[in-house]
């Protein structure tokens, strides 16, 4: 069987940095790490800023989430080739909190079944993942936009801004299965990396892993998010989101700052 050997690191947009622990949160952003009988599962999440100018705490909305697929894949509610129902059932037992907890997010799941050595995953809104194998990208997410800088996004809305608030369903999430090799790369980050690292940048780091060994995977997760993060307060660099923003007619420049998460994962023999 295969699995997956995983190490995060992230930075809240207040520098605040550290190793993945458990229910981890940089800033807003907020992931998971998880295993279960038949799968490796992992995500990541993104809750949307603007909510703290309702006096809502935006990573309350993410990390909750996180927490809620994690707990679902603890209990093997889940099934490998669907990670779309992980991101419903968690989302639907959000919307069932007898305190609303208000909030959006984007969410990006990735699922690495040991036995049939395919991944599955889902991704709604601009989080996302690449795949690496032999230097190159071989897979990668498809970022999901309303339109400039508004991605896709789980949402729960007060009933006076229902129909206001944008909320897109778990279903929109683009989801896809590949077969995996041993030794291939999994990255899987926050829009905080692929806003601010263009994919050669990322892969002129990934070279540097030499080792699947969870140390080496850590040490390589954190130069990918420290570089993103010096990037990001960059005011002359043409980071990738200034790019976009050029593309949709808006002058702009410099890196975006932003919460940065990283989860690096390699494909490898499974071990208890």
Same mark, same amino acid.
């Given at each position: 069987d295969y699995g997956l050997v995983t190490a995060g690191c992230g930075f809240g947009k207040d520098f605040r940095k550290g190793l993945l622990k458990k229910g981890a949160c940089y800033g807003d952003d907020a992931c998971f790490v998880a295993r279960h009988r038949s799968a490796d599962v992992l995500g990541v999440a993104d809750g949307v800023g603007g909510w703290r100018d309702y006096g809502v705490d935006p990573s309350q909305f993410s990390g909750t989430l996180m927490r809620t697929c994690e707990r679902l894949v603890k209990e093997g509610r889940f099934v490998p080739s669907n990670p779309i129902g992980i991101l419903t059932t968690s989302y639907c037992e959000l919307l069932q909190n007898k305190v609303p907890l208000l909030g959006s997010s984007t969410a990006c799941i990735v699922v690495l079944d040991r036995t049939s050595h395919r991944l599955h995953t889902a991704n709604l809104g601009d989080s996302g993942f690449l795949v690496v194998r032999g230097g190159e990208v071989v897979h990668r997410s498809d970022e999901q936009q309303h339109y400039f800088n508004t991605p896709f996004q789980l949402s729960i809305a007060p009933p006076e801004a229902?129909? !206001?608030? %944008?909320? $897109?369903?778990?279903?929109? @999430?683009?989801?896809?299965? /590949? *077969? !995996?090799? %041993?030794? $291939?790369?999994?990255?899987? @980050?926050?829009?905080?990396? /692929? *806003?601010?690292?263009?994919?050669?940048?990322?892969?002129?780091?990934?070279?540097?892993?030499k080792n699947p060994n969870y140390e080496s995977i850590q040490q390589t997760a954190r130069s990918i998010a420290e570089q993103a993060h010096e990037l990001a307060y960059d005011p002359n660099y043409m980071s990738p989101f200034a790019q976009f923003a050029c593309d949709?007619?808006?002058?702009?420049?410099?890196?975006?700052?932003?919460?940065?998460?990283?989860?690096?994962?390699?494909?490898?023999?499974?071990?208890?």
């Open positions: 229902e129909g !206001v608030v %944008l909320s $897109d369903s778990p279903d929109a @999430a683009d989801s896809t299965s /590949f *077969d !995996v090799q %041993l030794g $291939d790369i999994i990255l899987t @980050a926050t829009d905080g990396l /692929f *806003d601010n690292m263009p994919d050669y940048m990322i892969l002129q780091e990934l070279k540097k892993l949709n007619g808006l002058n702009v420049r410099g890196g975006k700052p932003d919460d940065i998460t990283v989860l690096l994962s390699i494909v490898a023999e499974y071990t208890d």
